[in-house]
């Protein structure tokens, strides 16, 4: 009697083992979700310049206005709607419901240190964000830091001659991401997260001035005081080398 068949190793064509698989993701160190890009599923491409200054990150962050009372996050969409109306100087929409407007943080953080200048405007405008990219180099020059790029999206306010007028008043080379490709500038969209959650919608505000006053000592706790992961759990001043006090 001849033994039983043993079950063939072969493989139907196009597949291979997960150990072969797993193999090959881990030689290319994409074996980890932790290592791909959530939306596009491509490898996550990390880069740091080697020096504060050596490149600004530039971008705006859109806020819808809190009214006064507080908003519906944290009162409930009934009480929020009620505090909308009776804001004072509310605009009205076509369909007479109230209108808040929005507040527009413009963010400007320097790539290897992460430190970050923020200003809140009613507008997004070349205008407005020229003059903003004026005081952030000021800002940062009184620490120490001398710019030298400045990377931004393709938003209008940074396309047009003022902000071009803007850089080359100031000896800086503007550049510009690739159209959808976000995570170029992905240092100060994570920032912009982070605004979000630590600053924006951290706590109940009685209104919008309430929130606008409270970025200033927010960004202070960022700067000093709130470690980074990225840069070995310091905080981003740590990195600028230039400062009173700092000598590592």
């Known amino acids: 009697m001849a033994p039983p068949a ?5 493989r139907p064509h196009g597949r291979h083992r997960p150990s072969t698989a797993h193999q090959i993701l881990r030689r290319c160190r994409i074996n980890r979700l932790s290592t791909l890009d959530r939306r596009t599923g491509e490898p996550i491409r990390r880069y740091e310049h080697p020096a504060p200054g050596d490149l600004l990150h530039a971008d705006v962050k859109k806020l819808g206005n809190i009214p006064d009372g507080g908003g519906w ?22 369909h007479y419901n109230p209108k808040l407007g929005h507040g527009f943080v413009h963010v400007v953080l320097d790539d290897h240190s992460r430190v970050a200048y923020a200003e809140i405007h009613n507008d997004e405008t070349a205008a407005t964000a020229a003059a903003v990219l004026r005081r952030a180099v000021a800002w940062f020059a009184a ?33 510009h991401t690739r159209p959808y490709r976000p995570q170029t500038n992905g240092k100060v969209e994570r920032f ?39 840069i070995g759990g310091h905080p981003p001043i740590s990195r600028l080398t230039n400062l009173s006090g700092q000598y590592t």
């Open 143 to 175: 620490r120490g830091v001398r710019p030298v790029r400045v990377l931004t999206d393709n938003g209008s306010c940074y396309r047009g001659k003022l902000w071009r007028e803007a850089c080359a008043e100031l000896g800086i080379r503007p550049k």
């Open 73 to 94: 996050r944290f009162v409930g969409r009934v009480q929020g709607k009620h505090n909308r109306s009776a804001t004072p100087g509310t605009a009205r929409n076509a």
């Open 6 to 10: 043993r079950p063939s190793r072969d």
């Open 192 to 230: 912009n997260r982070t605004l979000a959650q630590e600053w924006a919608f951290a706590r109940h505000y009685p209104g919008e001035q309430a929130r606008r006053k409270a970025l200033p000592a927010w960004l202070h706790q960022y700067n000093h005081h709130r470690i980074h992961t990225a």
